[in-house]
């Protein structure tokens, strides 16, 4: 079984910080999404990386997918409370998108 | 051009009853997965489909479990005699195909056993 594992789970940060979410597995993906989920709503879609290595920029956030197709990570500058939510990985896995445990962020005023 | 719409957005059902969730693809989307969230959890996949056909049911439980997407209406998930461990959010996502998923998600359809 594929595992997309995340880190942190869980953080909490003031206004103005920084943050960096990983995204890791032992599996090559073809592409990984990162989607981003407020309670009560679907998961809504921020990016899609398809070549190792590749970098791309939304605003404040920069996402990055590894050489090996293997991990990524999501940076978020500044961030805002506008922010806070629930940070999905997903990778694709031949014929479906396996997702990630989950990052969970909080960001206070 | 709508999204991807589920309903109903909420269902109570009584154990031992049948819960029928709906989900309409983004306009021109031939695939269709879904997906099962608990509580503070991630997604598990349950289901991909296309028209007419079950392409990966890997993560549907073996028994009272069941997806169809006919060539016309919606793609539909039904459960049979539910019991309380059904109770969880399900989402429906849609895909216009390869060559890389790009996944769009409904809102959701929280089932509740009681």
């Known amino acids: 079984t594929q595992l997309l594992e995340q880190s942190p789970q869980f953080l909490s940060i003031q206004e103005g910080e920084n943050l960096t979410v990983y995204c890791n597995s032992s599996s090559v993906f073809s592409s990984l999404q990162w989607y981003r989920q407020e309670p009560g709503e679907g998961p809504v879609l921020l990016v899609t990386?398809?070549?190792?290595?590749e970098v791309k920029k939304l605003k404040r956030l920069t996402f990055q997918f590894g050489d090996a197709r293997k991990d990524s990570s999501l940076h978020i500058t500044a961030a805002q409370p506008g922010d806070t939510g629930l940070y999905l990985c997903a990778g694709d896995n031949t014929d479906k998108l396996i997702f990630g445990t989950g990052t969970r962020l909080q960001v206070f005023p | 051009n709508a999204g991807v719409m589920q309903n109903p957005r909420h269902l109570v059902r009584r154990r031992g009853q049948e819960a029928r969730l709906r989900c309409s693809p983004m306009?021109?989307?031939?695939?269709v997965y879904w997906y099962r969230q608990l509580p503070e959890e991630g997604l598990k996949f349950m289901v991909y489909l296309q028209k007419e056909n079950i392409i990966d049911e890997s993560g549907m439980p073996k028994e009272r479990f069941s997806a169809e997407f006919p060539k016309e209406g919606p793609s539909i998930l039904r459960i049979q005699q539910v019991v309380r461990g059904d109770s969880a959010a399900y989402f429906c996502?849609?895909?216009?195909?390869?060559?890389?998923?790009?996944?769009?998600f409904g809102q959701g359809t929280r089932l509740t056993v009681v």
């Open positions: 306009k021109g989307h031939s695939h």
């Open positions: 990386v398809v070549t190792g290595g």
């Open positions: 996502a849609s895909s216009p195909g390869r060559p890389s998923i790009i996944a769009f």
